[in-house]
T-cell receptor
Framework: AQKVTQAQTEISVVEKEDVTLDCVYE???????LFWYKQPPSGELVFLIR??????QNEISGRYSWNFQKSTSSFNFTITASQVVDSAVYFC?????????????FGKGTRLSVIA | DTGVSQDPRHKITKRGQNVTFRCDPI?????LYWYRQTLGQGPEFLTY????????KSRLLSDRFSAERPKGSFSTLEIQRTEQGDSAMYLC??????????????FGSGTQLSVL
């Protein structure tokens, strides 16, 4: 069965600090996809990144970076030099490609508060 | 591209009443998903359509819930004989699915249901 665990329920940082959001996943499939979504106060989930299980290269996009490690089943998300606009709930999610039509499974989310 | 729209944004109803929500996906998207999100939790999958066919329903979806996507465009989610436990945010998402599992979902802002 698929499972996504985001152990950090809430994180609070001061603006310009770096912050890492943890994500640990479980799956029996060898081919799967990992995602991060952002849910600002407006409520609409916004796609941030997608990674497939065969691509362990870390990715950087501006102040955002992602560290995918299959050995520890983790897909962590780092925001560098955080800003108040980064305040949101962040969800990690998993989708299996082999086990039939498996829809996206989300973790419980991490609420990030960036204080000016 | 006008995004995924959901109507209404908020619905307050009394226990035992029926409610219906509507979702208009991005026009060229072939898949449409319904998720439910309660406070402090990640979105939970309810059901999804590929074009007009309903391909999967979660065990969370009791007999009181029914969803349709009659012409493969907009979708409705109906809850009959609402219960207080149905209070949640109901999220709709759409995608253009080419490969299994890797699709990027575009979410609407959701319908917040409160059952009194």
């Amino acid at each position: 069965a698929q499972k996504v665990t985001q152990a950090q329920t809430e994180i609070s940082v001061v603006e310009k600090e770096d912050v890492t959001l943890d994500c640990v996943y479980e799956t029996r499939d060898t081919t799967y996809y990992l995602f991060w979504y952002k849910q600002p106060p407006s409520g609409e989930l916004v796609f941030l990144i997608r990674r497939n299980s065969f691509d362990e290269q870390n990715e950087i996009s501006g102040r955002y970076s992602w560290n995918f490690q299959k050995s520890t089943s983790s897909f962590n998300f780092t925001i560098t030099a955080s800003q108040v606009v980064d305040s949101a709930v962040y969800f990690c999610a998993l989708s299996d490609a082999n086990s039939g039509n498996t829809p996206l499974v989300f973790g419980k989310g991490t609420r990030l508060s960036v204080i000016a | 591209d006008t995004g995924v729209s959901q109507d209404p944004r908020h619905k307050i109803t009394k226990r035992g009443q029926n409610v219906t929500f509507r979702c208009d996906p991005i026009s060229e998207h072939n898949r449409l998903y319904w998720y439910r999100q309660t406070l402090g939790q990640g979105p939970e999958f309810l059901t999804y359509f590929q074009n007009e066919a309903q391909l999967e329903k979660s065990r969370l979806l009791s007999d009181r819930f029914s969803a349709e996507r009659p012409k493969g465009s907009f979708s409705t989610l109906e809850i009959q004989r609402t219960e207080q436990g149905d209070s949640a945010m109901y999220l709709c998402a759409s995608s253009l699915a080419i490969l299994r599992g890797n699709e990027k979902l575009f979410f609407g802002s959701g319908t917040q249901l409160s059952v009194l």
